[in-house]
C-alpha cells in the first residue's frame, strides 16, 4: 500500500473518531440544555415521558477489582482487551461459595464490583471505553451504546427517565445483592421521574434476573414496573451455548481480534464455577418441540477404541459433564485447583429453576419477548457476547442464546 493510501485511511479513520465524539458532546449539551427552560412542547413530553432501566445480560457489564488493603487500587478487569487474558486469570478466576451461594475470588484480597457511573449507564454502554478500542472503532464491545444514544436524542435524560443495571454476571441470578440492587434501581428510577412506573428492557440473561425478581418481590415488581420488554431471554435455558461452555469453554471474539482478548480455555476456568450458567441449562420439565440434546464423538473400548457417535438427552447431561471435568483443574500463584462439575452449584441451580418457574406477571405490567429463530445476535446490536458460536454438535442448533424459539417463553 502506497504511503499516501496508508495516510488516507489512518486519517479517515481519526476524523471518524473525531466525529463520533464530537457527536457525543453535542448530545451532552442537548442533555444539559433540556435542563434549562424548555419549549411548552418539550415540557409536556418529558412530564409525559416514563422511565427506562437497562438491564444486561451474560457478560455486559463492567467489573472493576478492588483490594481491601489498598483502597486506592481500583482496575477495569471486564471487559478489557489490553492484557485481557492476564488480569482475567489474577481477578476473575473464582471459587464458589457452597454456604453463601456466592462466587468469591481466588485473591482473598480481591472485590469485584461493578461501577455504578452514570446512573448505572457505564457499566452497560462500551464495555472497554478506553481509547485503544475507540480508535480502532471495535464495536464488538459496543454493548448498549448505541441504544443509550438513541433515547437520549429521543429526550430520555440520564438520571431522570434513563437508568441502567450492571452486575456480576459470574454469580446466580437470584442472589441477594443482586435483588436489593435491582430493587433499589428501580426505586430510584420511580422516584426520579416523579413516581412515573418504570419501563425495564432486558437482555439475554438479565431476563432470567428480572424474572428471579419478578418471583420472589412480586408485589415490588407490580408497584415499580410499567412494563417488561425482554430480548432474547433464554428462560428455558440456552442448550447449546451453555453445554458447549462447560465442555470446551466459550469464544466471544473470533480472528485476528481473538488474539487481544481473554482465551476459551481461560473462560472456560471461570464458567465451571459459575451459578450462572448452570441456571442456563435446558430446562428438562419444557415441552421442547425438539429435545435439546448434545452429540460428542468418543472411544469405545468394547470395540478396540472405534470411534462412536454418542448423543446425550438434557436429563443425562450431568453424567456427561462430571465425567468431562472430573480431572479439570487450573494453577493459580503455583497451587493446583481441582474444577470439576460443580454439583453443589447443580443443586442451587435446580432450586434457580423453581423460583423461575413460579414467576407470575402481575395484571397491571405489559410484557413483551422479542426473540428470533436460528439466527445469531449481531456483535453491534446489542451485547458482543450474544453471537456464540458452537463447536460441539447441539440440537436446537444455537448460535445464541436467542437462537431458539422455545427459549423464550414465558
Not at 451504546?145 to 446466580?172: A, P
Not at 431476563?207 to 428471579?212: A, I, K
Request: proline share 4%; net charge neutral; with cysteine.
Amino acid at each position: 500500500m502506497a504511503p499516501s493510501t496508508m495516510f488516507g485511511a489512518a486519517f479517515g479513520m481519526r476524523l471518524r473518531v473525531l466525529r463520533r465524539h464530537f457527536l457525543r458532546r453535542r448530545r451532552r449539551w442537548r442533555s444539559r440544555r433540556r435542563g434549562g427552560p424548555a419549549r411548552k412542547g418539550e415540557e409536556e413530553e418529558d412530564e409525559g415521558r416514563e422511565p427506562v432501566l437497562l438491564v444486561s445480560g451474560m457478560g455486559g457489564s463492567v467489573l472493576h477489582a478492588r483490594r481491601r488493603s489498598n483502597p486506592k487500587f481500583d482496575l477495569r478487569v471486564w471487559v478489557r482487551i489490553v492484557l485481557a487474558d492476564l488480569e482475567f486469570k489474577k481477578y476473575l478466576w473464582s471459587l464458589y461459595n457452597v454456604d453463601t451461594g456466592c462466587v468469591e475470588p481466588l485473591d482473598d484480597d480481591v472485590e469485584i464490583v461493578v461501577p455504578e457511573d452514570d446512573h448505572g449507564l457505564f457499566a452497560i454502554d462500551i464495555l472497554d471505553p478506553s481509547w485503544f478500542v475507540e480508535l480502532l472503532n471495535l464495536s464488538m464491545v459496543y454493548h448498549f451504546h448505541d441504544m443509550i444514544d438513541m433515547l437520549v436524542d429521543c429526550g430520555y435524560e440520564k438520571g431522570t427517565t434513563l437508568f441502567g443495571y450492571g452486575y456480576d454476571f459470574r454469580q446466580s441470578n437470584r442472589i441477594d445483592k443482586a435483588m436489593a440492587g435491582l430493587r433499589a434501581k428501580l426505586e430510584t428510577a420511580y422516584k426520579a421521574s416523579g413516581g412515573k412506573r418504570v419501563n425495564i428492557i432486558s437482555h439475554s440473561m438479565g431476563g432470567l434476573l428480572v424474572r428471579c425478581f419478578l418471583s420472589m418481590n412480586h408485589d415490588i415488581f407490580s408497584k415499580y414496573v410499567n412494563k417488561w420488554i425482554c430480548i432474547a431471554c433464554p428462560f428455558q435455558g440456552a442448550p447449546g451455548c451453555i453445554n458447549d461452555s462447560l465442555l470446551t469453554g466459550l469464544q466471544f471474539v473470533y480472528g485476528f481480534e481473538s488474539f487481544f482478548f481473554v482465551s476459551r480455555w481461560a473462560m472456560h476456568q471461570l464458567l465451571v464455577e459459575c451459578p450462572s450458567i448452570y441456571e442456563m441449562l435446558p430446562n428438562p420439565y419444557f415441552k421442547w418441540k425438539e429435545k435439546p440434546i448434545i452429540q460428542v464423538w468418543r472411544k469405545n473400548p468394547e470395540k478396540d477404541g472405534l470411534v462412536e457417535l454418542v448423543q446425550y438427552e438434557a436429563a443425562d447431561c450431568v453424567s456427561l459433564f462430571e465425567e468431562a471435568l472430573k480431572n479439570n483443574e487450573l494453577k493459580y500463584n503455583g497451587k493446583t485447583i481441582a474444577l470439576p462439575f460443580n454439583m453443589s452449584i447443580f443443586k442451587w441451580a435446580t432450586e434457580t429453576r423453581r423460583i423461575l418457574e413460579n414467576a407470575e406477571l402481575p395484571d397491571t405490567v405489559s410484557f413483551y419477548s422479542i426473540h428470533g429463530t436460528s439466527y445469531g445476535t449481531p456483535y453491534d446490536v446489542w451485547l458482543m457476547g450474544s453471537q456464540l458460536k458452537k463447536e460441539s454438535a447441539s440440537r436446537p442448533t444455537t448460535e445464541g442464546c436467542c437462537a431458539t424459539r422455545t427459549c423464550s417463553s414465558f
